[in-house]
Structures are given as structure tokens and as C-alpha cells.
């Protein structure tokens, strides 16, 4: 299994004063040298005051220690059975396709263990990294998600072979939405974001319940089709509880 850990750029870089001490702990987390740091475009590491090879330099302070691969190689790990035995640092994902591609390579345990440099805490790789039990490195704290919200995500999550924007997609993400809400659960994408992530699903399909609760937030009504029953937040209540009772004490 994958170990995880980020920092948000903005709690490492908050003033230049904590940028060495942040760095330190980065640092520690990710072992030994050399470090292998994975970027969208390479060629935004040449351009003046590149903050990504900012971050590279504080990092990798020692002659020779770094090494930067483009996120596009890392495919390799994804189609073949090769697996990267060591400690891989992220910068800046841009796009689904990136993102996507490290959801992949995590999921299938392709990489020991994985850095991500979060540009801002409202990002979806953020959302992503706690749901599936990353170690945020300023705070030391791991994401929860709430096993009820959970249960309800996978349910989702069974449905997003259809795409979650329409139909009967749809129907579920609005139905399970409401009923949590209807129970006193806020009305934010952020915690159905995490417990999405950790029921397995995709960035594509967690945009749309983005877009979804945005939406209802709003004032918007979805006409849908009931897809559970009525009482579908006591059946996922009660699955969450037969779950925490098989955990091991």
C-alpha cells in the first residue's frame, strides 16, 4: 500500500523564514537522497522564479540529489508491471489526466511512497489525498471521513459507470445528498469529496457531485427519480456499524 503525506505550498512558502524548516521536514518524511520529483511541464522549471524549482532547490539542497522526471513518464508504472520502489515528489498537477493518473497509480500500488506539493487547500488533489489517508506534513494530521458519508459514497461510486451527472447517476448522488442533509449534515462538497475518494471514486465523476451540491446549495431543486429507499440514511447507518464491528479491536 502506498504511504502518502503533502504540505500546502502556502503553509510551506507562508513567509520565506519557514520555507528551511518546512523543507526539513519534507525532507525527513521523504528519506535519503537522491530526491524524484515528478512536473507537468518541464519547461516551466526554466522560466525566471519558477516556483516549483523553488520548492526543488529548498528540498534538494545537496549537489546532485535531485532528479525531475515529467508526470507523463510515470505511465510506464500504470501499463506495465513496474512498480517505483522508492519516494516520489509531485509538483503542480494540471488536469484530469494527471490526476487521474496518480489515483491510478496509487490504487494499483505502484509507487512505495508519494509526496504532493498542493498549490491551494481547495484543489481537488486535496480532497483526494485525505480521503485516501494522506499525512498532511504541516499539520501532522491524517483526513477523517465520516463511515456513514462513506457508505453513502460508495453507493455512488457503484453508480459512475454512467457518469453521475445525469440520469440515474444523478438520481442516487441528489437522493443520498438530501437524505444526509435532511439529518443534519452540511451541504459542502468538501467531506462528500473525501468520503468519494476513499470509496474509490474518479476525479471525473467527483466533479460532478461537485457541481451537484454547488448547485443545490444554490436553491436548486433536481427533479429526480427516487433511486433508494426512504430510509436509506438508517441502512447505511446501520452498514457503517456492522463495519466498525468487524474492525479488530
Not at 19 to 31: D, H, N
Not at 88 to 95: C, D, N, P, S
Amino acid at each position: 500500500m502506498t504511504q502518502l503525506a503533502y504540505m500546502i505550498r502556502e503553509d510551506w512558502a507562508q513567509e520565506a523564514t519557514s520555507m528551511v524548516p518546512q523543507s526539513a521536514v519534507i525532507r525527513e518524511w521523504l528519506g535519503e537522497p537522491p530526491y524524484v520529483f515528478a512536473v507537468s511541464n518541464l519547461k516551466r522549471l526554466r522560466e525566471p522564479n519558477s516556483a516549483d524549482m523553488e520548492f526543488i532547490n529548498y528540498v534538494a539542497v545537496e549537489k546532485g540529489s535531485q532528479r525531475i522526471v515529467g508526470i507523463s513518464e510515470l505511465r510506464n508504472f500504470a501499463h506495465d508491471n513496474n512498480r517505483f520502489g522508492g519516494t516520489l515528489t509531485v509538483l503542480h498537477l494540471h488536469g484530469q489526466d494527471d490526476l487521474e493518473l496518480l489515483r491510478e497509480l496509487v490504487t494499483t500500488n505502484r509507487i512505495e511512497r508519494l509526496f504532493v506539493i498542493v498549490w491551494s487547500p481547495s484543489e481537488m488533489v486535496r480532497m483526494w489525498l485525505d480521503g485516501v489517508g494522506a499525512r498532511n506534513l504541516h499539520t501532522g494530521a491524517v483526513g477523517a471521513v465520516d463511515a456513514v458519508q462513506l457508505e453513502a459514497a460508495k453507493c455512488m461510486v457503484n453508480e459512475q459507470y454512467n457518469g453521475l451527472s445525469t440520469g440515474t447517476g444523478k438520481a442516487a448522488v441528489v437522493q443520498l445528498i438530501r437524505a444526509f442533509t435532511d439529518r443534519g449534515y452540511a451541504l459542502q462538497q468538501e467531506p462528500w469529496s473525501r468520503a468519494f475518494f476513499a470509496a474509490g471514486g474518479k476525479f471525473q465523476h467527483a466533479e460532478s457531485v461537485g457541481k451537484l451540491i454547488a448547485e443545490m446549495k444554490k436553491g436548486t431543486n433536481h427533479r429526480v427519480q427516487p433511486r433508494y429507499r426512504p430510509e436509506i440514511f438508517s441502512i447505511l447507518q446501520e452498514r457503517a456499524s456492522a463495519g466498525a464491528a468487524d474492525l479488530p479491536s
